[in-house]
């Protein structure tokens, strides 16, 4: 009996290591095989950026051409916004790159505190922050706001300084 039980044992062993083999797991997300992961395109910083059709284009930002710019809402709002270039949930925020004094942002709703895909239909009033650094944080100040009205979660709108 005692033979039985340890050719079972080594046998269940030898399944679970090819199928490990069969699986190609080399711990590499980019290949195939490896990890999965949410689906979505990298972000500046190789972590997945959570997808959206959202689209915001700010005009009138001449004064800030060569810097980076993002428009978001707080928290406390109803609907909570944020528009950039990229977003990675739990990770960073980029900016989109002013040039012609224009800059064209994905957009999330935040609202829940989960990100998703922005396509809504609202008017809303955005504070729009720009600096020189590309990723929100320090450096990146809050410079006047932005009025949009989105159809299908695509907008444009006029920089008020």
Not at 12 to 31: F, K, Q, R, W, Y
Not at 83 to 107: F, M, N, P, R
Not at 143 to 160: A, D, E, K, L, P
Request: aromatic share 8%.
């Amino acid at each position: 009996m005692k033979r039985i039980l340890c050719g079972f044992s080594v046998l269940l062993i030898l399944i679970a290591m090819l199928a490990l083999v069969a699986c190609g797991d080399s711990g590499d997300p980019s290949s195939p095989g490896g990890p999965s992961s949410p689906s979505g395109p990298s972000s500046p910083s190789g972590r997945v950026e959570v997808p959206t059709t959202g689209r915001l284009t700010i005009t009138g930002l001449g004064a800030y051409n060569s810097n980076y710019a993002i428009a978001r809402h707080d928290i406390n709002f109803t609907l909570v916004l944020w528009a950039a270039e990229s977003y990675v949930e739990g990770s960073d925020t980029y900016g989109g790159q002013i040039s012609g004094g224009q800059v064209t942002l994905k957009v999330w709703n935040l609202t829940g505190g989960t990100p998703v895909g922005y396509n809504g239909n609202d008017t809303v009033t955005l504070p729009v922050f720009a600096g020189p650094p590309e990723k929100y944080g320090p450096g990146m100040s809050r410079r006047g706001n932005v009025t949009v009205t989105f159809s299908n979660g695509i907008g444009s709108g006029i920089f008020i300084p």
